[in-house]
């Protein structure tokens, strides 16, 4: 697959035995009338498999696709749900009232419940839109939102299999590149729905996106620097023997370096939650959907199950900006004090320790979850002049600044 | 992967055609973008990761957003309108046509589709990425070039943020 660099060698393998099995299966006088189901699928199964795929190894397909389906679909989007009622649990107790608590235990089955309401309710396109990109923008929020799952790495193994979908060498840079992709759907929402509030909340919606992506990216550039290392894999690795980025205390980190690094790195870590904020369109930077001014912002037009997929993709960007953020600057999958660390990226992690890297991993990014919704409900909203300020006249050169620091700091300490 | 490059390349085209026929400049802008999401899949099918990935940051993320920004503040319905004039239209066509030539010509005399490349895993050993490579060639070959690449675009981005600053006052 095209993620995976491959050996040479181990591809020509995989052609030479394919072709041999083809040429054993292969039946030349069954006919399409007296054979069954079995024979039939046997004939074609390496038919299909040696034109589609020359070098294609089964098995790293089949794990990809277990992987996508059960933390994607089974985990990921479940947490999107669940975190909808935790946000507003979390709001009502913040604001003295209840929540919503009677759907199930707690009311845990409101999302279920919110879920079926969305299905069912008229999905109603109105007349004044271009129909196309109105039915397009929907799912160009919350596809990307699910694409930067791909690399982010969720536990250490777990039978002798990495817990990554992708093990991309470039795994930041692949997470912002189609994080970018985002805003195409908020742009088009707003743009085809061919309403004023829309169409500012869209417009708003891109400016803000593109000044904080900026900083966005700045800011993780000193980590890099001091990791010298693009794979997030190989990153939470040298968090889990060295000491968090955030928390230098064991290992290698436990030192007047680890100590004097960790300052640009804290810098970097408010810099890059509060773009998170601004990326996600949350508050107190949600101007593109400011019901005060906008009605709904670029969602104004939008019903039934098209809304709830802007909803989901904000909540979705929402967890995976929590991945990114666990994974980058709070060790990711690892125990604090290097406990049950494995020793390199590739050595054989019992499945017990995998399955409590894997816990760490979601307790870590339900724990930042909480915090974006309590920030949501403390802080009030910026106004449009102050966000677009703070994003380029300051957090754009705080981070410009903290890069060469952290050059300099790294220079100091070689 | 035969299969996919053929995927990836008739995505890429197919943006590319969708470019120039649409009469409706979003829709030209958004068939860059498939344009450019294709392009970059063929340069991750290469093994040639940060390319590909720069491709889909630098080009679909930022640059066509800010083209499909400017067009939404544009009349739309008056460029759907606009006939164009047979004299464009012959124009536009020599032009393509030439170019096409020119092309053929030109891949029809070199060996460029001829020459073996060993794979990029094989040139320095497995375990070294393309980010790697292209890091050291930038920082060891080309460091004269960055550097002066840098500080121009340190200058700029500097100028843009003092302008706006005055301008807010």
Known sequence: ?414 | MTFLFYLFSALALMGGIGVVVNRNPVSAAFSMVISFLGLAALFIQLDAFLVGILQILVYAGAIMVLFLFIIMLLDVREEEKRRRPLVNIIGAGGVTLGFIALVISVLSRSDVGKATIPALTEVEGPGTSDVHQIGELLFSTYWFPVQIVGVLLLVATVGVVVLSKKELK
């Not at chain 1, 697959?1 to 099995?21: K, N, T």
């Not at chain 1, 040298?238 to 968090?244: D, F, I, Y």
């Not at chain 1, 930042?368 to 802080?379: Q, S, Y």
Request: contains cysteine; glycine residues 8%; aromatic residues 14%.
């Open chain 1, 1 to 414: 697959m095209g993620f995976q660099p491959m050996g040479r060698v181990e591809m020509i393998g995989v052609r030479r035995r394919s072709s041999r099995d083809f040429n054993r299966r292969r039946r030349p006088c069954i006919t399409p009338q007296n054979m069954g189901w079995k024979p039939m699928l046997h004939s074609l199964l390496p038919t299909a498999a040696s034109v589609l795929s020359d070098h294609m190894d089964w098995h790293l397909i089949i794990a990809a696709v277990i992987k996508i389906v059960v933390f994607v679909f089974l985990v990921t989007l479940p947490m999107v749900a669940m975190s909808v009622w935790a946000e507003r649990r979390v709001s009502a107790a913040i604001q003295d009232r209840v929540g919503p608590n009677r759907v199930g235990p707690f009311g845990l089955l409101q999302a279920v419940a919110d879920g079926i309401k969305f299905l069912l309710k008229e999905d109603f396109t109105p007349a004044h839109v271009n129909k196309f990109y109105f039915w397009l923008a929907p799912a160009l929020t919350m596809v990307p939102a699910l694409l930067t799952c791909a690399v982010i790495p969720f536990g250490s193994r777990l039978f002798d299999e990495k817990m990554v979908i992708a093990d991309l060498d470039v795994g930041p840079l692949f997470v912002f590149a189609i994080a970018s992709l985002s805003v195409y759907g908020i742009v088009l929402a707003g743009w085809s729905s061919n309403s004023k509030y829309s169409f500012l909340g869209g417009v708003r919606s891109t400016s803000q996106m593109i000044s904080y992506e900026i900083s966005l990216g700045l800011s993780i550039v000193p980590l890099i620097m001091i990791y010298g290392e693009l794979n997030l894999g190989r990153i939470v690795q040298e968090q889990a023997l060295n000491g968090w980025a955030l928390l230098p205390l064991w290992g290698e980190g436990l030192s007047v370096k680890g100590f004097i690094l960790a300052v640009p790195i804290f810098i970097s870590f408010i810099i890059f939650m509060t773009s998170m904020f601004a990326e996600t369109n949350r508050l107190p930077f949600d101007l593109p959907e400011c019901e005060t001014e906008l009605v709904a912002g670029y969602h104004t037009e939008y019903s039934s199950m098209k809304f709830a997929l802007f909803f989901l993709g904000e909540y979705a960007a929402m967890i995976i900006g929590s991945g990114l953020a666990v994974t980058l600057f709070l060790g990711g999958w690892s125990l604090p004090f290097g406990w049950l660390a494995p020793e390199s990226v590739d050595a054989a992690v019992p499945w017990w320790h995998g399955l409590i890297h894997i816990g760490v991993y979601f307790t870590k990014v339900i724990a930042l979850i909480i915090f974006f919704i309590v920030i949501r409900w403390t802080l009030p909203r910026f106004r449009y002049d102050q966000l677009m300020r703070l994003g380029w006249v300051f957090f754009f050169e705080i981070a410009l600044a903290n890069v060469v620091i952290t050059a300099i700091l790294l220079a100091i300490f070689k």
